[in-house]
């Protein structure tokens, strides 16, 4: 059974930063590419960024290129998630998804197949 | 950037057939997967790649992709239906691309 288990939420200043991890189970993590999904209070889905099984690819939304790093530990099958600059604009509720397939060389185009529960993001001062 | 459109909402009568549309330029060109939301629950996907089910998603569940308009589609529609839906594509300029989310009452 995929089991994804996201932490290190809570709450930060604004400018401040937070990683994010995300614990995977269940599945060869090292063979999937993996995404960060968030949705702020009330409102849709938004892609934030994604990495190829290896960690050798990366992709950001352009809201949060320059300030967030994906990356991942396959030895750990862990998720992470380094967010700098911190904005009032980034609260959401973070989503670690398991991607359906790996990225190819050129395209990381596959669907969200499983998804975490979540974790609290909240900037405020 | 690429922009994916859906209506804010569509109501179906019990037991009939619900569709919610996504629109997107040429998005018959790409592979579109699509999720369902319960209210403080996480995402599932219902389709991927236009028109598949993963296991253990009903076969009430359909969808189709041409031209600028894809389309999920529910058929006998049960109050356990009752969610917001997105779309969602990968585009080479925007990378993942989710739609704009429908709600889905069932009356």
């Known amino acids: 059974e995929v089991q994804l288990l996201e932490s290190g939420g809570g709450l930060v200043q604004p400018g401040g930063s937070l990683r994010l991890s995300c614990a995977a189970s269940?599945?060869?993590?090292?063979?999937?590419?993996m995404s960060w999904v968030r949705q702020a209070p009330g409102k849709g889905l938004e892609w934030v960024s994604a990495?190829?099984?290896?960690?050798?690819?990366?992709y950001y939304a352009d809201s949060v290129k320059g300030r967030f790093t994906i990356s991942r530990d396959n030895s750990k099958n862990t998720l992470y998630l380094q967010m700098n600059s911190l904005r009032a604009e980034d609260t959401a509720v973070y989503y670690c998804?398991?991607?359906?397939?790996?990225?190819?060389?050129?395209?990381?185009?596959?669907?969200?197949?499983?998804w975490g529960q979540g974790t609290l993001v909240t900037v405020s001062s | 950037s690429y922009e994916l459109t859906q209506p804010l909402s569509v109501s179906v009568a019990l037991g009939q057939t619900a569709r919610i549309t996504c629109g997107g330029n040429?998005?018959?060109?790409?592979?579109v997967h699509w999720y369902q939301q319960k209210p403080g629950q996480a995402p599932v996907l219902v389709i991927y790649?236009?028109?598949n089910r993963p296991s253990g998603i009903p076969e009430r569940f359909s969808g189709s992709n041409s031209g600028n308009t894809a389309t999920l589609t529910i058929s006998r529609a049960q109050a356990g239906d009752e969610a917001d839906y997105y779309c969602?594509?990968?585009?080479?300029?925007?990378?993942?691309?989710f739609g704009t989310g429908t709600k889905v009452t069932v009356l």
């Open positions: 998804a398991k991607e359906g397939y790996d990225c190819s060389s050129t395209s990381c185009s596959s669907d969200f197949e499983y």
């Open positions: 269940g599945f060869t993590f090292s063979s999937y590419a």
């Open positions: 990495i190829s099984g290896s960690g050798g690819s990366t």
């Open positions: 040429n998005i018959g060109s790409k592979n």
């Open positions: 790649r236009d028109s």
């Open positions: 969602q594509v990968w585009d080479s300029s925007t990378a993942k691309v």
